[in-house]
């Protein structure tokens, strides 16, 4: 591993000053065999002067979360464990609806939904795992300009947050501080470079944490955030039980839905849960509107 490194950062030194296709390439190859061992991040969307210096922020902070977190043993392992956002605290009418995009299936985007949203003007916090983006990075972009939706974080490998391989629905989860920063800070990265902004918000594949996981999100300066209301349960509700899951809305609910699954219910149970909402008052918000309300 050690050797890699070093001739990782050999190439990058080497090529610094041109960032000619050809020389990217070489690094992007690199980077895909360090990738196998979710060690290094990808360098394939990067320019040169940014991967150094995103590479030293990156193994500083890891470093970091190792020398913090490294030694600490899990206490628990959950959806809803301490210190994971459920809700916003709240008496007003306001609900926030949050999308995720789970893993990068091709032609996991339910495009109907989301145009749904973009007509009827209705935003939403969308949690994007970092396979979903690279199978659909055209789309993700659009996404990410329009003021409607806010980017979050839903985890590079979209594996449930753990520091000792716990599992959650028979999928095994990080096994280590290292591999969990990883997970989370992979698509940091990469959302940041195709966005220019660092995401706040966090969700782990499956939205299982352990405790020190959480502890290290908020260290990383980001939020975890679940849910108050299964709006689709990873998609297997049809119609009427999506717009069940809308009549359980209280002030300050936060829904969980997915984006990635084309051919469901999803979108026709949304649109008529959301004029339900919308009859009965309730307005539609972002997560960073309300942040220090977040809890
Ligand atoms: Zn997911």
């Given at each position: 591993?050690?050797?890699?490194?070093?001739?990782?950062?050999?190439?990058?030194?080497?090529?610094?000053?041109?960032?000619?296709?050809?020389?990217?390439?070489?690094?992007?190859?690199?980077?895909?065999?360090?990738?196998?061992?979710?060690?290094?991040?990808?360098?394939?969307?990067?320019?040169?002067?940014?991967?150094?210096?995103?590479?030293q922020d990156y193994d500083s902070m890891k470093k970091m979360m190792?020398?913090?977190?490294?030694?600490?043993?899990?206490?628990?392992?959950?959806?809803?464990?301490?210190?994971?956002?459920?809700?916003?605290?709240?008496?007003?009418?306001?609900?926030?609806?949050?999308?995720?995009?789970?893993?990068?299936?091709?032609?996991?985007?339910?495009?109907?939904?989301?145009?749904?949203?973009?007509?009827?003007?209705?935003?939403?916090?969308?949690?994007?795992?970092?396979?979903?983006?690279?199978?659909?990075?055209?789309?993700?972009?659009?996404?990410?300009?329009?003021?409607?939706?806010?980017?979050?974080?839903?985890?590079?490998?979209?594996?449930?947050?753990?520091?000792?391989?716990?599992?959650?629905?028979?999928?095994?989860?990080?096994?280590?501080?290292?591999?969990?920063f990883?997970?989370?800070y992979?698509?940091?990265?990469?959302?940041?470079?195709?966005?220019?902004?660092?995401?706040?918000?966090?969700?782990?594949?499956?939205?299982?944490?352990?405790?020190?996981?959480?502890?290290?999100?908020?260290e990383l300066?980001?939020?975890?955030?679940?849910?108050?209301?299964?709006?689709?349960?990873?998609?297997?509700?049809?119609?009427?039980?999506?717009?069940?899951?809308?009549?359980?809305?209280?002030?300050?609910?936060?829904?969980?839905?997915?984006?990635?699954?084309?051919?469901?219910?999803?979108?026709?149970?949304?649109?008529?849960?959301?004029?339900?909402?919308?009859?009965?008052?309730?307005?539609?918000?972002?997560?960073?509107?309300?942040?220090?309300?977040?809890?």
């Amino acid at each position: 591993m050690k050797t890699s490194l070093i001739v990782l950062s050999f190439f990058i030194l080497l090529v610094g000053g041109c960032a000619g296709d050809q020389l990217v390439y070489q690094v992007e190859s690199l980077s895909v065999k360090e990738d196998q061992e979710n060690r290094i991040i990808d360098y394939k969307y990067t320019n040169f002067a940014q991967s150094r210096n995103e590479a030293q922020d990156y193994d500083s902070m890891k470093k970091m979360m190792i020398e913090s977190f490294g030694d600490v043993s899990p206490n628990s392992w959950g959806e809803n464990i301490d210190g994971v956002i459920t809700e916003i605290n709240t008496d007003g009418k306001v609900v926030a609806l949050t999308f995720d995009a789970c893993d990068g299936t091709p032609g996991s985007y339910d495009e109907a939904l989301i145009n749904f949203l973009i007509e009827a003007e209705v935003p939403a916090t969308l949690f994007i795992g970092g396979q979903w983006i690279k199978e659909n990075q055209e789309v993700f972009i659009e996404l990410a300009n329009n003021s409607l939706f806010e980017i979050a974080n839903h985890g590079y490998h979209h594996k449930p947050l753990s520091v000792s391989g716990a599992t959650a629905y028979n999928i095994s989860g990080t096994k280590n501080i290292e591999e969990a920063f990883d997970e989370v800070y992979q698509n940091q990265i990469l959302i940041h470079e195709l966005t220019g902004k660092y995401p706040k918000y966090f969700r782990s594949g499956t939205a299982y944490y352990d405790d020190v996981s959480v502890e290290m999100i908020n260290e990383l300066g980001l939020k975890a955030v679940n849910y108050s209301v299964l709006g689709d349960a990873g998609g297997t509700f049809n119609k009427n039980q999506i717009i069940s899951s809308f009549k359980t809305a209280q002030a300050g609910s936060i829904f969980l839905f997915h984006m990635n699954k084309p051919g469901s219910d999803i979108a026709r149970g949304v649109k008529e849960g959301i004029d339900l909402l919308k009859e009965a008052g309730y307005e539609f918000v972002q997560l960073h509107e309300y942040d220090e309300l977040l809890k």
